[in-house]
């Protein structure tokens, strides 16, 4: 009698299960319902891998064979089975669930248009890999990438990196709402791959926290929650605090009360805004030292924006004591400092006439001081940027809108002999009076600039995707494998249409039958025809036009295997 009623109590306990789940859509189920699932199924073993793991109704039925594996189904039938049975619940449409009753084996669930709510149509499918964490989330179709960042924050609890898997298995990053819907219109009607992680504090380099440290005024380094990332020897004497003391602190704690309060109102907004208020010139401020006595300095705010991080730099001077509140530049001012730096530096008037330029722009620019002081800076720059420079500096003192001033920027430089070469531009602004200033920019090529842990391509790809201007990346086979997003609006082809693809689709006759043969003939003998020269050649647009292009082209090895960028400049 009791082996009946324990019999009579389990099946209704199953049968309250099955109710359980079949009241709902699968991807509606939450983690303990999959668990029930599992049960169901004959896998109950892997419930706790499925509820570590945190795999809701949405999770489960994205799964893949890599996803079971990854997560300790080590045994290769139950993956199978576990996925055969997931397959299941879901059928073209991802429609509900019915189970079938008539049954009491492992094929309990099978498709149906059952009277479940389907999920709603159009939304977007997002897979997400974070570590050994999979997820899965849905969108709507219209989502902007900045709300795609917030979201994922708020899912993960930590500032998210993104890259997504194309359809090549290509892994590319994320970082502007164009990249995300070049990404959503490539996977229409499948799922998206996304890739994440941890955005880390920015690290400095050994190299650029060694000549921070010669400097006499303070500098504190934060990032764009106002968390301290560096600060020199000057900085800790200044304010009497430790190194140790400040790193990883909100910035916070060396101002007035008062002030520290709205600062970080004072990030949000410029960052939601791009209006700067200090960025790229300066202001006396009040600063606060360990022991609470407040004291006056002069404070120099630069921007930092790249691939690698985004930072603020303060440069603050000891204004105690002193009758003047700095000690302004003039045009006289010696800055033989700038020849110490290992980057190049090239300071410019109101009228962009070069009045200092550096040893190191000498031999980036193949060019003498004497050669380039009183002329204007353009002469640096290839078309179009020459010729519209005028008016960008023209603009900034009529309006006092920055679009590069305070913000570090990946541009395009001009060598004597015609080259071009991608830099990262620094600019900052010097007021002499209320009428005069100075503008000095420091200039670091990209291609010396070494990310660990990631291949050539990789970097390469992240500088093209930085780069202003339109550049693409091919291997030794000529086969494309990156094009950025200026390149796409030049040639009218999206990114899915070229990777993997032949660059000669981007040529004309005789050039697109004659370049495999430039490659092999480089690659044998070395002989370069535009590599490190740069030529005017004949480009070919999506639609049959013809383009003329000033290409510069510069090539990396890795593992044996040459990689080539080219960038491109439009000729007028």
Known sequence: YQRRVRETMSKREINNDRARLESKDSSKWDVSEVGIWLDLIDCGEYKIAFIENQISGAELIELEDDDLAQIGVKKLGHRKKILSKVKLLSGPLESSLSFDRASDDDSLFSGSSSASAPQTSGDITVKCFYGDDIRVIRLKPDIQFRELKRKLRKEYGVRISIKWKDPDGDIIPIRKDKQWKSCTQACIGQTIKLTLQEKKRGVLGAA?????????????????????????????????????????????????????????????SYISTNIPKIIGSGRKVVGKKKNGITFPIFLSVSETKNSARHTF??????????????????????????????????????????????????????????ETTGKNVKILMPAPYKDAHDSYVRNYISTGIAKVLGIGRDVIAEKKSGALVPVHLSLTEHKLSESKRLFTGIL???????????????????????LAVPACVIDERGIIHGFNSSAQELFGFSLIEVVGKNVKILMTSPDKERHDNYITEHIRNGRAKVIGIGRDVIAQHKNGAVIPIRLSVTKKQENGKYIFTGVLQKLQ
Request: hydrophobic share 40%.
């Open 208 to 268: 650029e926290t060694s000549i921070l440290e010669t400097l006499v005024d303070g500098v504190v380094i934060i990032d764009c929650d106002g968390i301290i990332l560096f600060i020199n020897r000057a900085a800790e004497t200044l304010f009497g605090y430790s190194r140790a003391e400040l790193m990883n602190k909100n910035v916070k704690i060396l101002m007035p009360n008062q002030v520290a309060q709205e600062h970080d109102r004072y990030i949000k």
């Open 313 to 370: 730099t303060g440069t603050l001077h000891d204004l105690t004591g002193k009758e003047e509140i700095i000690r302004q530049p003039t045009t006289q001012t010696p800055f033989a400092i700038l020849d110490n730096i290992l980057d190049v530096a090239i300071v410019i008037d109101e009228q962009a006439t070069i009045q200092f330029f550096n040893k190191q722009a000498e031999k980036l620019f193949e060019l003498s001081n004497v």
């Open 444 to 466: 670091r090529p990209i291609e010396e600039e070494k990310i660990t842990e990631k291949s050539v391509l990789q970097q390469e790809r992240e500088v093209l995707d930085n």
